[in-house]
């Protein structure tokens, strides 16, 4: 701003010049003799003072100007080119960033400064820039003296002499590199990120895989188990899947949570696991059981809980509990702790209802299979006497399913 301040002030200076000129001539033909000296002296001493006071001033601007250039060349990365791409000037902000003294970069050509790093593309691009817009504008990474490198946000724009000829380029820079880096690192940090991201989820369907594993096996064990206790007794494998089935049907239908009617299912073929534990003279007498032995066949309940009790584990818990409560019955006459109604767990009650309906519509060895409608008849008799009467009249209102259960499980001959 100051320099457009002392262009008007020198345009004015030489204005007020040509006017004393005219002036003066204007007094030497106007003005009689005797004044002319005196006149002329007056001009003399307002011109001088007027010239005095100018240089004064233009000294001070030209003082301003050195100064702005110092703080130009102090801080601004600028470099002058010819046609050609040699050095003509640069400041000393280029020089200290790059690492060489002025003078040497001085008549050097500016591929100096380039990087291996740049793809040819870049440079492309700022030729047909230059070519087409006058200017170019870019990131820039360059080479330092010692081998370092930095990066610059760089604006080129052509040098044209007074008749207009194009004679070369300049251009300023702003020093980028922290900026650079900083983006560098945030890169690398995502991309570690990443990684571990996915490391992450391979570990998470390792575990999920895993775990299904083990609960996998953990079924597979559980409906052996039960699978022992029936077969001792003369029943078959489908026995414990159908009253596995029947169960989860019953709970779902009784009200009971999705996860809680699964543990069901999968601790309800365990009923008779006791019977491990029973005599095979007793467990496979032919004839009726005489008192003696009922008591003994009646002991697999609780053999079957203290089997299970000590786990922990939720679905051996209600497996202990159904072992235990399976011949429970509604009225208080069942065993082996005549516990009545509501005090008998909703697990012993369903699966008292599901062992007994599989039981009696199963033929055996030793008995035939009863008829449907016997079988219903006597759930309906049994019903707030041996079972729970609402589970009951869940059973009849659905029983078309616990039928397809069946249909779908049947015993091979
Ligand atoms: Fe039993
Ligand atoms: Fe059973």
Same mark, same amino acid.
């Given at each position: 701003?100051?320099?457009?301040?002392?262009?008007?002030?020198?345009?004015?200076? /030489?204005?007020?010049?040509?006017?004393? !000129?005219?002036?003066?001539?204007?007094?030497?033909?106007?003005?009689?003799?005797?004044?002319?000296?005196?006149?002329?002296?007056?001009?003399?001493?307002?011109?001088?003072?007027?010239?005095? !006071?100018?240089?004064?001033?233009?000294?001070?601007?030209?003082?301003?100007?050195?100064?702005?250039?110092?703080?130009?060349?102090?801080?601004?990365?600028?470099?002058?080119?010819?046609?050609?791409?040699?050095?003509?000037?640069?400041?000393?902000?280029?020089?200290?960033?790059?690492?060489?003294?002025?003078?040497?970069?001085?008549?050097?050509?500016?591929?100096?400064?380039?990087?291996?790093?740049?793809?040819?593309?870049?440079?492309?691009?700022?030729?047909?820039?230059?070519?087409?817009?006058?200017?170019?504008?870019?990131?820039?990474?360059?080479?330092?003296?010692?081998?370092?490198?930095?990066?610059?946000?760089?604006?080129?724009?052509?040098?044209?002499?007074?008749?207009?000829?194009?004679?070369?380029?300049?251009?300023?820079?702003?020093?980028?590199?922290?900026?650079?880096?900083?983006?560098?690192?945030?890169?690398?940090?995502?991309?570690?990120?990443?990684?571990?991201?996915?490391?992450?989820?391979?570990?998470?369907?390792?575990?999920?895989?895993?775990?299904?594993?083990?609960?996998?096996?953990?079924?597979?064990?559980?409906?052996?188990?039960?699978?022992?206790?029936?077969?001792?007794?003369?029943?078959?494998?489908?026995?414990?899947?159908?009253?596995?089935?029947?169960?989860?049907?019953?709970?779902?239908?009784?009200?009971?949570?999705? !996860?809680?009617?699964?543990?069901?299912?999968?601790?309800?073929?365990?009923?008779?696991?006791?019977?491990?534990?029973?005599?095979?003279?007793?467990? /496979?007498?032919?004839?009726?059981?005489?008192?003696?032995?009922?008591?003994?066949?009646?002991?697999?309940?609780?053999?079957?809980?203290?089997?299970?009790?000590?786990?922990?584990?939720?679905?051996?818990?209600?497996?202990?509990?159904?072992?235990?409560?399976?011949?429970?019955?509604?009225?208080?006459?069942?065993?082996? /702790?005549?516990?009545?109604?509501? /005090?008998?767990?909703?697990?012993?009650?369903?699966?008292?209802?599901?062992?007994?309906?599989?039981?009696?519509?199963?033929?055996?060895?030793?008995?035939?299979?009863?008829?449907?409608?016997?079988?219903?008849?006597?759930?309906?008799?049994?019903?707030?006497?041996?079972?729970?009467?609402?589970?009951?009249?869940?059973?009849?209102?659905?029983?078309?399913?616990?039928?397809?259960?069946?249909?779908?499980?049947?015993?091979?001959?």
């Amino acid at each position: 701003m100051k320099n457009l301040h002392l262009t008007k002030k020198l345009q004015l200076l /030489n204005k007020l010049l040509i006017i004393s !000129f005219i002036v003066i001539f204007a007094i030497f033909v106007f003005v009689p003799q005797q004044y002319l000296i005196w006149i002329l002296f007056a001009c003399f001493i307002v011109v001088y003072a007027f010239i005095k !006071f100018s240089i004064h001033k233009t000294t001070l601007y030209l003082d301003d100007l050195e100064r702005l250039l110092d703080t130009f060349d102090k801080y601004i990365i600028y470099s002058q080119t010819d046609l050609n791409g040699k050095i003509l000037n640069a400041s000393s902000a280029f020089a200290q960033l790059s690492g060489y003294d002025k003078k040497e970069l001085i008549g050097e050509p500016h591929s100096i400064v380039r990087h291996p790093d740049m793809p040819k593309s870049i440079f492309k691009e700022m030729w047909d820039d230059l070519e087409v817009k006058k200017y170019w504008r870019g990131e820039v990474k360059n080479k330092k003296k010692d081998g370092g490198f930095y990066w610059v946000e760089a604006i080129t724009e052509a040098d044209y002499d007074l008749d207009g000829k194009h004679v070369g380029y300049h251009a300023i820079r702003q020093d980028i590199t922290s900026k650079k880096e900083a983006e560098a690192l945030k890169l690398n940090l995502e991309k570690t990120n990443d990684l571990l991201e996915a490391q992450h989820d391979e570990k998470i369907i390792e575990v999920i895989e895993l775990t299904k594993d083990i609960r996998d096996t953990q079924k597979e064990i559980i409906f052996t188990m039960g699978t022992i206790g029936e077969t001792r007794s003369k029943e078959t494998g489908n026995h414990v899947k159908r009253v596995a089935e029947y169960t989860k049907i019953l709970a779902l239908y009784s009200g009971m949570h999705e !996860f809680d009617a699964e543990i069901l299912k999968q601790a309800s073929p365990m009923h008779d696991i006791g019977k491990v534990g029973i005599p095979d003279a007793i467990l /496979n007498k032919p004839g009726r059981l005489t008192p003696d032995e009922m008591e003994i066949m009646k002991t697999h309940a609780r053999l079957g809980y203290d089997m299970l009790k000590h786990s922990d584990k939720k679905l051996l818990a209600i497996a202990a509990k159904i072992a235990h409560e399976h011949h429970e019955k509604y009225d208080g006459s069942g065993y082996p /702790n005549a516990l009545k109604g509501k /005090n008998i767990s909703i697990e012993g009650r369903i699966t008292a209802v599901a062992d007994v309906f599989d039981a009696l519509g199963s033929a055996r060895a030793y008995k035939k299979a009863w008829a449907d409608e016997d079988i219903f008849k006597m759930l309906v008799e049994e019903k707030g006497k041996h079972f729970d009467p609402e589970i009951i009249d869940i059973f009849l209102e659905n029983k078309e399913d616990f039928l397809a259960i069946r249909d779908k499980f049947l015993d091979v001959a």
